[in-house]
């Protein structure tokens, strides 16, 4: 009886650390997820940017979502819709810009 016992009470503690450990692995796991996709974003736009530059020797001058609209319309971003809240600050020359993905 007493094994009985025990061996059910080691299977509850290996369950209930078991499922803590793979909750905890969830959460990271999409902390990770979240991460790789904002870094993935932020270099679409980028080369987005680049590919404007190289068509009309300067950077969008619109600001924010402007700047993806303007993309999006010169078929140098294949989507306007961005997951991530952006702030955009080209130069005024358009020579240069300021991204930053939130």
């Given at each position: 009886m007493i094994e009985k016992a025990t061996i059910a009470t080691l299977i509850a503690t290996f369950l209930?650390?078991?499922?803590?450990?793979?909750?905890?692995?969830?959460?990271?796991i999409q902390n990770e997820a979240t991460a790789a996709?904002?870094?993935?974003?932020?270099?679409?736009?980028?080369t987005a940017l680049e590919i404007c530059y190289?068509?009309?020797?300067?950077?969008?001058?619109?600001?924010d979502e402007g700047m993806i609209r303007d993309l999006y319309e010169e078929d140098c971003l294949m989507s306007d819709r961005i997951v991530y809240e952006i702030t955009y600050t080209p130069s005024i020359s358009g020579q240069s810009y300021k991204l930053e993905l939130k």
């Open positions: 209930s650390v078991g499922f803590s450990g793979i909750e905890d692995s969830i959460d990271e996709a904002s870094v993935m974003q932020e270099r679409e736009l980028r190289s068509k009309n020797d300067s950077y969008p001058l619109s600001y």
